[in-house]
T-cell receptor, first 118, second 116 residues
């Protein structure tokens, strides 16, 4: 069964460093998402991406964050200068565009990357 | 804006007992509703979803949920829990907008702890 994969599973970085979290969405999916979960808190939406551009972003997704689909398979989240409060589990998800008229596309989640900022 | 409330942060229950995890939502438009389960150190797995039609939806692992539009609720139930059901359960909502790419808004989660 196809699945979303994420690398690395755990990333430790120093405050102020840049990190890139990588995701490989399911191959025929066209919508991609990043969510994060700070330890003990709820899962929060960061950004959605479609047709090579951001379709929606949350207040959390400020100028320190960027997303990219550098090739036909990867989807990345970059944090330019990490802060202590960026420590969280980051989940990538993807969904298939079933039809233009469809308003529902199930999101499939990856296992997450735990980011620890020291 | 959509929001989700899970009033119970923790629910302890004995094995083979029934359980209900509560979820209330608010939205100004029609919504889709979901329950996800997160086992320790794992990602999110979809338990069940309500899109339209029958208000009682059945999911994996014997779970079911009932959509109540008048009470804006989507409570999750299982008639008899097993020790392996111990996990964090998240209720989520997505607004029914055409075109896809609908973000999920999650509740704060309910930790279900099944005891022997």
């Amino acid at each position: 069964e196809p699945e979303v994969t994420q690398t690395p599973s755990h990333q430790v970085t120093q405050m102020g460093q840049e990190v890139i979290l990588r995701c490989v969405p399911i191959s025929n999916h066209l919508y991609f998402y990043w969510y994060r979960q700070i330890l003990g808190q709820k899962v929060e939406f960061l950004v959605s991406f479609y047709n090579n551009e951001i379709s929606e972003k949350s207040e959390i997704f400020d100028d320190q964050f960027s997303v990219e689909r550098p090739d036909g398979s990867n989807f990345t989240l970059k944090i330019r200068s990490t802060k202590l409060e960026d420590s969280a589990m980051y989940f990538c998800a993807s969904s298939q565009v079933v039809a233009a008229w469809s308003s529902y596309n199930e999101q499939f989640f990856g296992p997450g990357t735990r980011l620890t900022v020291l | 804006a959509q929001s989700v409330t899970q009033l119970d942060s923790q629910v302890p229950v004995f094995e083979e007992a029934p359980v209900e995890l509560r979820c209330n939502y608010s939205s100004s438009v029609s919504v889709y509703l979901f329950w996800y389960v997160q086992y320790p150190n794992q990602g999110l797995q979809l338990l069940l979803k309500y899109l339209s039609g029958s208000t009682l939806v059945k999911g994996i692992n014997g779970f079911e949920a009932e959509f109540n539009k008048s009470q804006t609720s989507f409570h999750l139930r299982k008639p008899s829990v097993h020790i392996s059901d111990t996990a964090e359960y998240f209720c989520a909502v997505s607004e029914g907008l055409t075109g896809g790419g609908n973000k999920l808004t999650f509740g704060t989660g309910t930790q279900l702890k099944v005891e022997l």
